[in-house]
């Protein structure tokens, strides 16, 4: 019971940055910006994350660091979309390029450097709730942060009316913009406020997760976070499930090392590849020629993708 608990702690903990960046995805994705750049942000942003706590000794100031360049990268990524119409794709796989090299060579100087720990903070009396307290309610702010983010999300996207408007933009744009939606303003907060959430997740894994830095320090997780979103099927709730899947997939990995030591090098990889072949799997039962799947299957891995999603904006819209 005590390992089946200690498992499910260093779950939700080692997912923090992926649910973060995840739900950060999906809303962007949602108003039709697919960000590209996720991998480069993620780890730029890790960078600049770390960097900030480090150098003022307080790890808010590494966070909001870290917000505030992801929020630009996709500020700048929905501008070329937007108003000088590039191809959102192509934009966001340039900057994944150069954030990554960029991130390798202004990180050298701080590579295996202490900075600021986030330590945890027990709620009162939830805390010492057997199995409970210390799975759900012994964690950091920033889980606290990340679990609260999955319901919080979705009520904005489906409860609120900007969230309606982001939606309608990513689906329909031209509809959209018949009704009186701005469907430039919708789409260019879409992509910010995922972009922040993802700076936000950089800086969890060098400042929380992983804690410091190192050359390619978030390697992959960026295009695991695309893949989620996918698997997902766009809906906060479904992402977070896949998100702490993942998590449990890198947990089990690690222990099993101990077990297997001939495979201890190989086993740390296996989530990713698995995750990869899942995404597949997904995107062929999602096939509008596909009959021979069961229903209940569809119904639980199948998704709607937003049907802008990745297109430029017609004409017409100003």
């Known amino acids: 019971m005590i390992l089946f608990e200690n498992t499910l ?40 994350g770390f960097i900030g706590a480090y150098e003022t000794d307080f790890a808010v100031v590494g966070f909001l660091s870290a917000m505030v360049l992801g ?6 990524i929905s501008y070329c979309d937007i108003n000088l119409r590039m191809d959102q794709i192509a934009v966001g796989f340039v900057l994944t390029i150069l954030c990554i090299n960029l991130s390798n060579f202004l990180g050298q100087d701080y590579v295996r450097i202490n900075g600021p720990l986030i330590t945890k903070l027990p709620i009162p009396f939830l805390s010492d709730i057997p199995f409970f ?12 942060l990340s679990i609260i983010l999955i319901p919080l999300s979705w009520m904005f996207l489906n409860k609120t009316s900007y969230g309606l408007a982001i939606r309608a933009s990513g689906e329909n744009p031209s509809s959209a913009s018949s009704r009186g939606i701005n469907v430039r303003k919708m789409r260019l907060i879409s992509s910010v406020i995922g972009g922040s959430l993802l700076g ?33 099927g766009w809906n906060p709730f479904r992402a977070a499930v ?10 089990l990995a690690i222990k099993a090392q101990s077990v297997t030591l001939a495979l201890s090098q190989i086993l740390p990889l296996l989530p990713f590849p698995l995750m990869i072949f899942i995404l597949i799997f997904i995107q ?4 509008d020629d596909i009959k021979n799947i069961p229903k209940w299957i569809v119904a639980i891995l199948g998704g709607n993708q937003p049907q802008a999603l990745g297109k430029k904006l017609p004409e017409e819209i100003k």
């Open 242 to 251: 896949g998100a702490y899947s993942f998590g449990l997939l890198q947990v």
């Open 284 to 287: 062929y039962i999602n096939r």
């Open 200 to 232: 936000l997740a950089g800086a969890s894994f060098s400042l929380y997760t992983k804690y410091g830095w190192s050359e390619g320090h978030t390697t992959n997780y960026g295009w695991i976070v695309l893949a989620i979103v996918i698997f997902g």
């Open 9 to 48: 702690v260093t779950v939700i903990s080692l997912s923090t940055p992926l649910i973060i960046a995840v739900i950060g995805e999906t809303i962007s994705e949602k108003g039709g910006v697919i960000n590209l750049s996720a991998e480069g942000t993620i780890m730029i942003c890790a960078l600049f």
């Open 71 to 76: 929020a630009g990268i996709s500020f700048f």
């Open 133 to 144: 307290g210390s799975v759900l309610f012994n964690h950091s702010l920033i889980t606290y």
